[in-house]
């Protein structure tokens, strides 16, 4: 009997042990910092071939936890990637399928509202995007909207405040002294998000020539003509040629700002532009200028949300908090830098479906590591949930990531991922598609009545996604393949039914809200 007991105490050690590998004995505390547009080629961990610029803060999340090279987005556009982040679920079980009019419902189950009945204190600070309250926080100071750039209204808790600064600054502050003011005998999660780098791309006015007029390397298909592949990729309306606005070039001076601000503003643009107007670029000249002016912006709002990061990783530091708080650093969709002529996002091509994310939790995520595997924002809320010892509920559609931050990769990891994509025709007349995505292939299916066809992209042989080989018979194997793996998606994702109309879009609507 003797020795049955004490077997049984070493079988119970074994499994405490096996249960608790990750090396959390208490709750960790979880800080997301989630960026608005931020491509993976703008963070130097990521090793662009452009170099574009240094995020070393950013970076510093990676060099203590794990890179993932393939997170990606199940429907890339702003307030969609937001609502799969908190939900665990896809657009179609969400609710929110786009920009134009949705509104996130509430009342239904989220990772923040299930964390918080387990004990733990809550708040969410900076974008919000979703239309509705933030519930399951007990704190929120959120933009309304979109939010913009410099001496933001925001609302804290319900309340209207106006603020003066910069807008990813004020975020940051609000972050840390919520963190400082926070009920210490609890563990806690902070959701911490920035407008940046979104468009208008309207910099810090510290970091106004930050890049001392750099001419920037191009991407090679700056000039895409679209040729070999169909009539959505040709027909729609985000180039830097076609779509770029005056308000996008700096080529008119924004209206809410100070008039202290507002000379600093003109004191770095205004001999730029008079240059400009002079010079009047034509053609593929004045693509080059818009792309030029496009990056110095663009990157310039990552210099100030890299310093953001910075500074909350030195504060959890100095506070004795970094060894047990997971740091999620990610943005809720990738973007294109020039690729294929484009600004924005939207579609299933690699710049735009592929989002940055670095996670670090030094008693789990093995150092400096780098993820190959097919993961996305959707499995977050199961691995926050998972993190806290709280059981996930059956309806999300992730998975924990905890053993890949361990360098431990399951059998059964996934080796495809569904995407689908609704809002149409404003603001960018990008078609609504849907497809699956392998390491290698991506097969889409454009199915509006207007444009009703299948493109097959294989990165291997094409990795700018250049050419569509779904006509070309030596890949009929690999299209019939694909089909049956989509469909094998689309049904165990309960995504077999069609959209409702809705989730389109009113397109009068849209027009009123755009203009």
Not at 257 to 262: D, I
Not at 458 to 469: H, L, V
Request: glycine share 6%; with cysteine.
């Amino acid at each position: 009997m003797r020795a049955i007991f004490q077997f049984a105490l070493v079988c119970i050690s074994v499994l405490g042990f096996c249960h608790f590998s990750h090396g959390a004995n208490k709750q960790p505390n979880i800080v997301v910092i989630f960026s608005d547009d931020h491509a993976y080629q703008a963070i130097s961990a990521y090793g662009d071939s452009r170099k574009l610029l240094q995020t070393p803060n950013i970076d510093r999340i990676g060099s203590k936890g794990v890179r993932f090279d393939r997170c990606l987005v199940t429907n890339s556009i702003c307030g969609p990637s937001r609502a799969t982040l908190l939900t665990g679920k896809y657009s179609h079980l969400n609710g929110f399928y786009n920009n134009s009019n949705s509104k996130f419902d509430g009342s239904q189950q989220t990772f923040p509202k299930l964390l918080q009945k387990a004990g733990y204190q809550t708040a969410i600070i900076g974008k919000w995007h979703l239309i509705s309250e933030p519930t399951g926080f007990d704190h929120w100071h959120i933009l309304p909207g979109q939010g913009i750039y410099y001496n933001p209204p925001m609302i804290r808790n319900g309340e209207k405040v106006q603020h003066q600064g910069y807008t990813t600054d004020l975020i940051s502050e609000f972050s840390i002294d919520w963190l400082k003011n926070r009920d210490k005998s609890k563990p806690f999660l902070l959701m911490s998000q920035h407008k940046a780098p979104h468009r208008e791309w309207a910099p810090a006015l510290r970091h106004l020539g930050h890049d001392n007029d750099r001419i920037y390397p191009e991407p090679s298909n700056l000039f895409d003509d679209y040729s070999n592949r169909g009539l959505a990729t040709r027909d729609q309306d985000m180039t830097i040629e076609k779509t770029f606005t005056k308000l996008d070039a700096k080529l008119v001076t924004p209206t809410n700002m100070t008039t202290e601000q507002l000379q600093k503003w003109n004191a770095y643009y205004q001999p730029r532009n008079e240059k400009y107007f002079k010079e009047d670029p034509k053609g593929k000249d004045l693509v080059r200028w818009r792309y030029n002016r496009y990056m110095h912006d663009y990157l310039g709002t990552i210099k100030a949300v890299d310093e953001s990061v910075g500074k909350m990783l030195d504060f959890l530091d100095k506070e004795g908090l970094a060894e047990n708080t997971i740091v999620v650093y990610a943005a809720d969709q990738g973007f294109f830098l020039g690729e294929h002529g484009w600004f924005d996002k939207r579609w299933i091509l690699e710049e735009s479906l592929r989002t940055p994310m670095l996670i670090s939790w030094p008693k789990v995520s093995k150092s400096s590591s780098v993820n190959k595997n097919l993961t996305g924002l959707i499995d977050l809320a199961q691995t926050f949930l998972e993190a806290a010892g709280i059981d996930a509920p059956k309806d999300m559609q992730g998975r924990s990531l905890l053993p890949l931050l361990n360098g431990k990769v399951p059998d059964d990891w996934r080796k495809s991922f569904y995407y689908h994509y609704y809002e149409y025709p404003v603001p960018h007349r990008v078609r609504p598609h849907y497809g699956v995505i392998t390491d290698r292939f991506k097969l889409v299916h454009f199915y509006r009545p207007d444009v009703d066809y299948w493109e097959l992209y294989d990165r291997e042989k094409d990795p700018n996604e250049m050419k569509s080989f779904y006509a070309d018979p030596s890949y009929a194997d690999v299209v019939k393949e694909l089909k049956v793996e989509l469909a094998r998606l689309r049904s165990d994702l309960k995504d077999n039914v069609g959209a409702p109309k809705e989730a389109y879009g009113n397109s009068e609507n849209q027009k009123k809200k755009k203009q």
